[in-house]
């Protein structure tokens, strides 16, 4: 069964910042695009960040370019968003997700979520004061 468990959210305040962590289990990262995606109250899901099977090309929305780094380690089987300079807008619920299939889409720059098949349960970020 694939299952992604994201951790490392918390409260943390403006400028601070936070290492999420996506961990897979019952398949191996090594072919899988991923994506980090976030859901603030009220709005709709957004695609953050995404790195390809090989880590060559990653992808980042414009708000939070500068500030967020994508990264994996295929033989921890884990990928990574470091998220520095946070900002109350960047509150809400990341998501890590993989696909087997996203890499082209990704190299292109496309980092959508209708690309990606197995997500996690996501963990919450609250950027508060």
């Known amino acids: 069964q694939l299952q992604l468990v994201e951790s490392g959210g918390g409260l943390v305040q403006p400028g601070g910042s936070l290492r999420l962590s996506c961990a897979a289990s019952?398949?191996?990262?090594?072919?899988?695009?991923i994506g980090w995606f976030r859901q603030a109250p009220g709005k709709e899901r957004e695609g953050v960040s995404c790195i390809t099977s090989s880590g060559g090309s990653t992808k980042y929305a414009d708000s939070v370019k500068g500030r967020f780094t994508i990264s994996r380690d295929n033989a921890k089987n884990m990928v990574y968003l470091q998220i520095n300079s946070l900002k109350p807008e960047d509150t809400g619920i990341y998501y890590c997700?993989?696909?087997?299939?996203?890499?082209?889409?990704?190299?292109?720059?496309?980092?959508?979520?209708?690309?990606?098949?197995?997500w996690g349960q996501g963990t919450q970020v609250t950027v508060s004061s």
């Open positions: 997700a993989a696909d087997a299939s996203a890499s082209f889409f990704v190299f292109r720059g496309d980092c959508v979520e209708r690309k990606f098949a197995t």
């Open positions: 019952g398949f191996s990262l090594d072919h899988y695009a």
